[in-house]
């Protein structure tokens, strides 16, 4: 099974508003990180937060993690029709085998 | 190079024939995955090369899978015997650092996309 699970599986939104993804995950971790994926395309890195971190900036993107609930959200503010992509939490089992979450499909429409 | 690169970008071929994927990581970077993605799906773990330590091949999910790497560079996927639930986007990604993926942001390739008829 995954170590990480997204939710909502899909969300659709209007340009401008905020898009808000879940990630739950079963075992201790160092850290987390949320990548982002164009249809067809391989994945890009977005941001990474450590487990002694709560809450992490990185332009449009908001990061939290509640280590004591074993969850992370992604906030995506002021949404662009470019941000429409699938997004993926990634945890690890053990300490460098990293697995990804079956992802959240979001869609800006214009 | 610039990033990861992957070859060939597509790969259509007939059930029982072998196939050969490949994977070009980031010069220097010393961790390398194999996933598999198939259509619509998260990705799954397939295979984890770092430095010249033993692999972790723990998500490989038949012996029909093999995977290789010479040293700290090229890495090859081969699958034999092709059958049609091998059918998926293969994505390779490296990583600077001993902590591989987990210790910070993994590149990824634009994946080869296999079909087995």
């Known amino acids: 099974s995954q170590q990480g699970e997204e939710d909502p599986q899909a969300l659709s939104i209007q340009e401008g508003e905020n898009a808000t993804m879940n990630c739950s995950y079963k075992t201790s971790i160092n850290n987390l990180q949320w990548y982002r994926q164009n249809s067809g395309r391989g994945l890009v890195h977005l941001i990474l937060?450590?487990?002694?971190?709560r809450e992490k900036h990185s332009g449009r993107l908001r990061v939290t993690l509640d280590t004591s609930k074993k969850s992370s959200s992604l906030l995506i503010t002021a949404s662009r029709a470019a941000d429409t992509a699938s997004y993926f939490c990634a945890t690890h089992e053990g300490y460098q085998k990293v697995t990804f979450g079956t992802g959240t499909k979001l869609q800006v429409i214009p | 190079g610039a990033g990861v690169s992957q070859s060939p970008s597509n790969k259509v071929t007939e059930k029982g024939k072998d196939v050969e994927l490949r994977c070009d990581p980031i010069s220097g970077h010393t961790a390398l995955y194999w996933y598999r993605q198939r259509l619509g799906q998260g990705l799954e773990f397939l295979i984890y090369?770092?430095?010249?330590?033993?692999?972790?091949k723990s998500g490989l999910p038949s012996d029909r899978f093999s995977a290789e790497r010479t040293g700290e560079s090229v890495s090859t996927l081969t699958i034999q015997r092709t059958q049609q639930e091998d059918s998926a986007v293969y994505l390779c990604?490296?990583?600077?650092?001993?902590?591989?993926?987990?210790?910070?942001?993994?590149?990824f390739g634009p994946g080869t996309r296999l079909t087995v008829l």
């Open positions: 937060i450590r487990s002694n971190e």
């Open positions: 990604a490296s990583s600077l650092g001993s902590g591989g993926l987990a210790g910070g942001p993994g590149f």
């Open positions: 090369f770092q430095g010249n330590s033993a692999p972790d």
